[in-house]
């Protein structure tokens, strides 16, 4: 089996930065990623993506061709009112 690390940003590049560089350290399978600012984040990816890291992201975008720029999946709050509301 897999286990989550979970870490936050809080909007800050920076804090990005050293957790998509501690995933790297840590060999993660993937990462999936709010990304923190739209052009801010691009670093960060391109690291992610340099190590063979698949990188999924969630409730934004980044400004780069190339690199993944959206994904389709839903927003916390919104899986968790499914999830409410399914059972």
């Known amino acids: 089996g897999y286990t989550a690390n979970v870490g936050a940003s809080k ?10 560089d501690t995933a790297i ?5 993937a990462i999936i990623l709010d990304p923190a600012n739209a052009s801010g984040s691009v670093g960060a990816v391109k690291k992610a993506i340099a190590a063979n890291i ?3 992201l969630v409730n934004a975008e980044i400004n780069q061709d190339g690199l ?16 409410r509301s399914s059972g």
């Open 11 to 20: 909007g800050d590049t920076n804090t990005e930065s050293n957790l998509i």
């Open 25 to 29: 350290t840590n060999r993660s399978v």
């Open 54 to 56: 698949p990188v999924i």
């Open 68 to 83: 993944p720029r959206r994904s389709s999946f839903p927003t916390t709050h919104r899986a968790r009112r499914s999830a």
